[in-house]
């Protein structure tokens, strides 16, 4: 099992850049593609990026292609996303979660952190 801990949100102006964190618990963190999706309120939660387990492929919404960048610390149980050049539309809650499979599917993910917020302003 692993339990999926997210933090580095909050309240940027548009262009501006964040950087999220997503701790992980378990031994087994390293065997895991992780991935990052967001939800706007009223919105469906979306694929954002995933990365796998050994860091070596990504994959990139088209929405956030060359705007965002994931990448992970096996060492440390630790995946990121770095939030460059923001818009007021990437507003949302963002969750970071596991899966076996490298997957941009929700439905493949076993495992998913409580998310953080993640707002921009015009």
């Known amino acids: 099992q692993v339990q999926l801990v997210e933090s580095g949100g909050g309240l940027v102006q548009a262009g501006g850049s964040l950087r999220l964190s997503c701790a992980a618990s378990g031994r087994t963190f390293n065997i895991y593609t992780m991935g990052w999706f967001r939800q706007a309120p009223g919105k469906e939660r979306d694929f954002v990026a995933r990365?796998?387990?050994?860091?070596?492929?990504?994959n990139y919404a088209d929405s956030v292609k060359g705007r965002f960048t994931i990448s992970r610390d096996n060492a440390k149980n630790t995946v990121y996303l770095q939030l460059n050049s923001l818009k007021p539309e990437d507003t949302a809650v963002y969750y970071c979660?596991?899966?076996?499979?490298?997957?941009?599917?929700?439905?493949?993910?076993?495992?998913w952190g409580q998310g953080t917020q993640v707002t921009v302003s015009s």
């Open positions: 979660a596991a899966s076996r499979l490298f997957s941009s599917s929700r439905a493949n993910y076993n495992y």
């Open positions: 990365i796998t387990s050994t860091g070596g492929t990504t």
